[in-house]
Nanobody
Framework: QVQLVESGGGLVQAGGSLRLSCAAS????????MGWFRQAPGKEREFVAG????????YYADSVKGRFTISRDNAKNTVFLQMNSLKPEDTAVYYC?????????????????WGQGTQVTVSS
């Protein structure tokens, strides 16, 4: 089993940056692909970015491509989401999730473990 804890959310002005972290418990972190999802008020949760268990493959939603970067440090059991050029429409609760499949899959129902989420608010 994996427990995930996100951090790094907050309030930022449009055009600013934030770096989210997701710390995982357990010794098997490197066997999971990891994903970041977000849920804005009144909307369904959506895929943002994912990274394979080796870190060699990444995948992004079109809405964040070129602005967000996902990375991982398997030695520290942590996955990151660097968010630049933030827009008000990026405002949401951001969740990290772990998938036992080695490669990135954007479908949220395929992920096995979820964190509690961290709020990101971008003001205009």
């Amino acid at each position: 089993q994996v427990q995930l804890v996100e951090s790094g959310g907050g309030l930022v002005q449009a055009g600013g940056s934030l770096r989210l972290s997701c710390a995982a418990s357990g010794r098997t972190f490197s066997t999971y692909a990891m994903g970041w999802f977000r849920q804005a008020p009144g909307k369904e949760r959506e895929f943002v970015a994912g990274i394979s268990r080796s870190g060699g493959s990444t995948y992004y939603a079109d809405s964040v491509k070129g602005r967000f970067t996902i990375s991982r440090d398997n030695a520290k059991n942590t996955v990151f989401l660097q968010m630049n050029s933030l827009k008000p429409e990026d405002t949401a609760v951001y969740y990290c999730a772990a998938d036992v499949y080695p490669d990135v899959r954007p479908q949220e129902d395929l992920y096995d473990y979820w964190g509690q989420g961290t709020q990101v608010t971008v003001s205009s």
